[in-house]
């Protein structure tokens, strides 16, 4: 039997730098009630304010629940309402509250301080790279979701220089 190298594993440092920036953001945004879960919505209506609960979840690609429990803790904390679409009643529109506003500027800082202490010693056209990477990764995984898991992969093997899997 054999063991699966994780030094090697693009789903070890994705992840890795998933709970680094969950982390970096909480410690910053604690101050105002705020989560990591909970301020992607904020950024959403910042760009559009008054969207629907059920476009936010497709936006952030969250299911409806955690969507609304997210929303909820929001609006609790007074940073959205949400109100009933005069035209459709089963519709929620989700709009930001003058404390929401106020908060712009800092989560801006916040995520702008966090991209640069995360690229740091990257040249421009590493950084630009590394992001056109990701995307593509991102939309094949996607696409890959879409066709329920189904759509036929090559030998990741082939692709790679770095060993995936070792033999004892």
């Known amino acids: 039997m054999g063991y699966y190298d994780l030094s090697h594993s693009m789903g070890r440092w994705i992840s890795f730098i998933y709970r680094m920036s969950q982390s970096y953001v909480d410690q910053y945004f604690k101050r105002y009630n705020l989560s990591s879960g909970q301020f992607a919505f904020l950024l959403l209506l910042y760009r ?83 992001l056109t990477l990701l995307r593509k990764v991102s939309l094949n995984i996607r696409d890959q979701k879409e066709r329920g898991w189904q759509a036929p992969l090559r030998d990741a093997s082939e692709l790679l220089e770095v060993p995936q899997y070792h033999k004892e």
């Open 48 to 130: 559009e304010d008054g969207r629907k609960q059920d476009d936010l979840a497709k936006a952030i690609d969250m299911d409806k629940g955690t969507t609304a429990r997210a929303l909820a803790k929001l609006e609790a904390s007074g940073y959205i309402v949400r109100i009933r679409d005069e035209k459709d009643r089963r519709v929620l529109r989700v709009h930001l509250t003058d404390k929401a506003r106020e908060v712009r500027k800092p989560i801006y800082d916040v995520l702008h301080r966090w991209n640069e202490v995360s690229v740091l010693g990257l040249t421009p056209e590493e950084n630009q790279t590394l």
